[in-house]
C-alpha cells in the first residue's frame, strides 16, 4: 500500500485529496496546524522538528505540500508561510534522506496581468501583481531548485479558480452561496458583492484532486502544470446561476469595498500539458460545481457551522 503525506490536509484542497487518495488505496497520513483526525501530526510548517517527526513515521511515498496562507492583512505572514514555509519542508525532507515525490500546490495567481481571452500555457512570463501571487512565485522558485540542486522529485500544479463543497466563504463564489443560504433561513433579501465583471477560469476542487494524484503518478519531475478547465467564465453568470436556484427573489449590491485592488479582469488558462502527460482533463460541470456548493452550504447554515478559515490552500 502506497503511503501520502498531505500538508494542509484540513483545508479546502487537502480534504477532498484525502477523500481521492483513500478511494485509491492509499495509506493516508497529513501535517495540519490543528488536529484533524486520525493520522495527522500537528505543528507549524516553522516547526521543524514537527516536521521530521510527521515525515520520519510517515515514511510517505509521496507528499503533497498544500498548506500555506491565502489571505493576510500582514503581507509578510505570506512568505514565512509559503516561501519559508516551503523551504523548511523540503530542507526537513533532504536531511531525513527521504525521496518521496513532492506535488507543490500553487496558484495561477503567479501569472497575473495577461493576455485576457487567449489561454494562458505554462510558458507564459510570470508577471504576480499581489503580495500573495508573488510569494506563490517565490515558492515555485525555492521548490524548483531542490529539483535542480539536490534532484527531489519536485512537481508544481498552478491552481486556478477552485470550486466546491467545502469552500471557505472568503472566495466569491463560495460567499454568494453563503448568503444564499442564509437568506433562504433568516429571510433577507440582498446579496452583497464585489466587481462581477470578472472573468475566471473555474475548475472543481474534486477535479483538482483527481489531478494532484495523477500529477504525482505520472508527471514529469521539475515540471509545472496547470490545473484548470480552459473556458473563462464571468463572474456574474456564477452569480446568475445560483440565485436561479434560489428558495427566494434576492436583489443583489455591489459593495465597493468588496472590490479587490489590481483585480485581474480575465484569466483563463490551458490545461494541454497535463492532459499530454497524465491524461487528467474536467469532469464536473461547472453548474454542478456550483449547485454542490450552494447546497454543501445549506447545510453548514443548517448545523449553523461558523465560516471556515481560509488558511490552506
Not at 10 to 29: A, I, M, N, Q, T
Not at 41 to 54: N, P
Amino acid at each position: 500500500m502506497k503511503r501520502a503525506l498531505i500538508t494542509g490536509i484540513s483545508g479546502f484542497v487537502g480534504r477532498h485529496l484525502h477523500d481521492e487518495l483513500l478511494r485509491e488505496g492509499w495509506d493516508v497520513f497529513g501535517f495540519d496546524i490543528r488536529p484533524a483526525g486520525e493520522n495527522v501530526f500537528v505543528g507549524d510548517l516553522s516547526d521543524r522538528e514537527a516536521l521530521a517527526r510527521a515525515l520520519t513515521e510517515s515514511q510517505p511515498d509521496a507528499v503533497f505540500h498544500l498548506a500555506g496562507l491565502i489571505k493576510s492583512t500582514d503581507s509578510e505572514m505570506y512568505y514565512r508561510s509559503n516561501q519559508f514555509g516551503t523551504e523548511n519542508l523540503l530542507d526537513v525532507m533532504m536531511q531525513t534522506g527521504l525521496r518521496p515525490n513532492v506535488t507543490v500546490a500553487s496558484s495561477s495567481a503567479v501569472y497575473g496581468m495577461t493576455t485576457g481571452m487567449k489561454p494562458i500555457s505554462e510558458k507564459v512570463a510570470l508577471r504576480p501583481v499581489t503580495e500573495y501571487a508573488i510569494s506563490k512565485a517565490a515558492q515555485e522558485m525555492i521548490s524548483l531548485r531542490y529539483y535542480y540542486a539536490f534532484g527531489l522529485p519536485v512537481t508544481i500544479m498552478r491552481m486556478f479558480n477552485l470550486l466546491g463543497p467545502g469552500q471557505s466563504p472568503d472566495l466569491a463564489c463560495s460567499s454568494f452561496a453563503r448568503q444564499i443560504a442564509l437568506a433562504e433561513m433568516t429571510g433577507q433579501s440582498e446579496i452583497v458583492t464585489g466587481n462581477l465583471d470578472a472573468y475566471r477560469d473555474f475548475v472543481d476542487v474534486r477535479d483538482a484532486a483527481r489531478a494532484f494524484l495523477m500529477a504525482s503518478d505520472k508527471g514529469v519531475a521539475g515540471e509545472v502544470y496547470n490545473v484548470c478547465s480552459g473556458r473563462a467564465i464571468g463572474i456574474q453568470k456564477c452569480l446568475d446561476e445560483m440565485m436561479s436556484r434560489s428558495q427566494k427573489q434576492l436583489s443583489v449590491r455591489v459593495d465597493p469595498d468588496r472590490i479587490q485592488k489590481n483585480d485581474i479582469s480575465v484569466q483563463v488558462g490551458s490545461f494541454r500539458k497535463l492532459h499530454k502527460v497524465t491524461g487528467w482533463s474536467p469532469k464536473i460541470s461547472l453548474k454542478q460545481s456550483l449547485s454542490d456548493l450552494l447546497n454543501d452550504w445549506r447545510e453548514r447554515v443548517r448545523r449553523g457551522d461558523p465560516p471556515s478559515e481560509n488558511k490552506i490552500s
